[in-house]
């Protein structure tokens, strides 16, 4: 979406599209699932063994899933660990729950 776009939009409108882009590729979704069911913090080297893509792609979709806080990252040594950040996850949760329950709200009027 190109910038010009964006300012047609409210911030809320553009902040929901923000979050559900970067949730709507399937390699992320099974990123998200892979941490989230994990016990411990997890590496890009854990990720890439159980999802099966190349570490340049997995380091491209933790980024981009990054950009939205959705991880909490810690450092061990040199390598970066993921888990999920509770309080975001939350947040995006009622966020795209709120859109639908609004939406379904509208359609039976």
Do not use: W
């Not at 776009?5 to 809320?12: E, F, G, P, R």
């Not at 902040?15 to 699932?33: E, G, M, N, Q, T």
């Not at 999802?51 to 979709?61: E, R």
């Not at 991880?71 to 950040?85: H, P, V, W």
């Amino acid at each position: 979406m190109g910038s010009t776009k964006l300012n047609i939009h409210v911030a809320d409108i553009n902040h929901l599209a923000k979050v559900a882009k970067v949730i709507s590729h399937p390699a992320r979704i099974a990123i998200i699932k892979y941490i989230s069911t994990s016990e411990t913090p997890c590496n890009c080297n854990d990720i890439v063994k159980e999802i099966g893509l190349a570490q340049p792609t997995i380091s491209q979709h933790l980024s981009e899933i990054k950009k939205i806080g959705l991880f909490d990252q810690s450092a061990t040594g040199k390598s970066l660990n993921y888990s999920i950040n509770i309080d975001k996850l939350n947040e995006y949760r009622r966020l795209i729950n709120d859109f639908f329950v609004k939406t379904q709200v509208n359609c039976n009027k």
